[in-house]
């Protein structure tokens, strides 16, 4: 069975902390690894990966893959109080066509 | 810059009525996939439809039906609503395989 795990599930910082976000993740023919953020509404893209070791940036967020030990980070460095969110981690494979796998989320929340 | 499109916002039911959730996305995507969100378990995918007129099962289909009307719009119906459909349920669409979903804002669905 496919399975994707994000740690922590929650996490308190102030405005101006560096936090890592971790998703671990064991799925049959793995084809991508996805970010999103989810606020009050719909999950919002932010990184597909594909490639081990390649960083994806976008602003103060960044994330990597590492395809042999089968995870991914997502950093995001001095936090604001606007990246309060849920933010998933989901896997593309399996034997569905385009299913995506997700983790539970993991909750941030940016106090002032 | 609609993006994916979903109608109702909200609906309640009384056990045993049926239901249709509408999806529209404006993206020119190929695939359209529908998923459920319950607390702790993640996003799970439903229904996907690969291209117009092909559709298949994805994790959790029991007690659904969908329809790929056309290119744009791929419906989600419940035929007879039970508690434990009690979800949100969101709608993606993506280019095609390997390719990042897009969702709509979702539809809180309360079962009674």
């Known amino acids: 069975e496919d399975k994707v795990v994000q740690s922590p599930l929650s996490l308190v910082v102030h405005e101006g902390d560096t936090v890592t976000l971790n998703c671990s993740y064991e799925?049959?023919?793995?084809?991508?690894l996805l970010w999103y953020k989810q606020e009050k509404k719909a999950p919002t893209f932010l990184f597909m990966l594909?490639?081990?070791?390649i960083e994806k940036k976008s602003g103060r967020l960044s994330s990597i893959l590492d395809k042999k030990e089968l995870f991914s980070i997502l950093n995001i460095t001095a936090t604001q109080t606007g990246d309060s969110a849920v933010y998933l981690c989901?896997?593309?494979?399996?034997?569905?066509?385009?299913?995506?796998?997700f983790g539970q989320g993991t909750i941030l929340t940016v106090h002032p | 810059n609609a993006g994916v499109t979903q109608t109702p916002k909200f609906q309640v039911l009384k056990t045993g009525q049926s239901m249709t959730l509408q999806c529209a996305q404006d993206?020119?995507?190929?695939?359209m996939y529908w998923y459920r969100q319950d607390p702790g378990m993640g996003l799970r995918l439903i229904y996907y439809?690969?291209?117009?007129?092909?559709?298949d099962k994805g994790e959790v289909p029991n007690g659904y039906n969908v329809s790929r009307l056309n290119k744009r719009e791929f419906s989600l119906r419940l035929e007879s609503a039970a508690p434990s459909q009690t979800s949100v349920y969101f709608c993606?669409?993506?280019?095609?395989?390997?390719?990042?979903?897009?969702f709509g804002d979702g539809t809180r669905l309360s079962i009674l």
């Open positions: 993606a669409s993506s280019q095609g395989r390997g390719q990042p979903q897009h």
């Open positions: 799925v049959t023919n793995f084809r991508s």
């Open positions: 594909t490639s081990s070791g």
């Open positions: 989901a896997v593309e494979g399996g034997t569905s066509y385009g299913k995506l796998t």
């Open positions: 993206m020119n995507h190929n695939s």
């Open positions: 439809s690969a291209s117009e007129g092909t559709t």
